[in-house]
């Protein structure tokens, strides 16, 4: 059974950094894309980025050149770098992965809820201004 586990979450002041961990298990990490989303109260979840399993990334323009994305496949483990944090950026974050290996690549299908069949429980991220 594939459990992810995000960790690194906190309260920090806006112009802060933090990073984002989730740990994979239940089957080989490799093969398979990971993203990041978030969810603030009252919104929908929202697209952070994403890594596939070639090591390509995407990220949406509202995180693009602040938020970085890498993956250890030896620890079985995704990052979420974040620099230069808003109060906006706060929410809880998740991580997800797809039910298939070596899933398709297309940018628009990735920022999809639906694309993912697993998600962590979340860490709540909290930016004070």
């Known amino acids: 059974q594939v459990q992810l586990v995000e960790s690194g979450g906190g309260l920090v002041q806006a112009g802060a950094s933090l990073r984002l961990s989730c740990a994979a298990s239940g089957r080989t990490f490799s093969s398979y894309t990971m993203a990041w989303f978030r969810q603030a109260p009252g919104k929908e979840r929202e697209f952070v980025g994403v890594i596939i399993w070639s090591g390509v990334t995407y990220y949406p323009d509202s995180v693009k050149g602040r938020f970085t994305i890498s993956r250890d496949n030896a620890r079985n483990t995704v990052y979420l770098q974040m620099n230069s944090l808003k109060p906006e950026d706060t929410a809880v974050y998740y991580c997800?992965?797809?039910?298939?290996?070596?899933?398709?690549?297309?940018?628009?299908?990735?920022?999809?809820?639906?694309?993912?069949?697993?998600w962590g429980q979340g860490t709540q991220v909290t930016v004070s201004s």
């Open positions: 997800a992965t797809t039910g298939a290996r070596y899933s398709g690549t297309n940018y628009f299908t990735l920022r999809l809820v639906g694309t993912y069949d697993y």
